[in-house]
Nanobody
Framework: QVQLVESGGGLVQPGGSLRLSCAAS????????MAWYRQAPGKQRELVAT???????KYADSVKGRFTISGDNAKNTVNLQMNSLKPEDTAVYYC???????????????WGQGTQVTVSS
């Protein structure tokens, strides 16, 4: 019914930048919020940043001042601009969305397949 497709991951040196993108498609009536999570090897998945349909944003303390989340309601997309990357930012990054699907009551939660970000010299 809904697909989230991420792009933009890769290998970058410490101090470098990457931009992740996520596009939602399918039977979407509305999107309440979108977010980026990440999961490093051996660690739990953690919230990185969120953005609501109204444009309100929140960030994990570990990325404040370095990462910026932005969205386009008309295109059902969300981006994550990551600057001043550190080796500890290495993880698989997942897109997440709270979506009201046509024909369904309430909101359902959807995940992308993940994209690898590796920060290493």
């Amino acid at each position: 019914q809904v697909q989230l497709v991420e792009s933009g991951g890769g290998l970058v040196q410490p101090g470098g930048s990457l931009r992740l993108s996520c596009a939602a498609s399918g039977s979407i009536f509305s999107i309440n919020a979108m977010a980026w999570y990440r999961q490093a090897p051996g660690k739990q998945r953690e919230l990185v940043a969120t953005i609501t349909s109204g444009g309100s944003t929140k960030y994990a303390d570990s990325v404040k001042g370095r990462f910026t989340i932005s969205g386009d309601n008309a295109k059902n997309t969300v981006n994550l601009q990551m600057n001043s990357l550190k080796p500890e930012d290495t993880a698989v990054y997942y897109c997440h969305a709270d979506i009201k699907v046509y024909g369904q009551v309430g909101v359902s939660y959807w995940w992308g397949q993940g994209t690898q970000v590796t920060v290493s010299s």
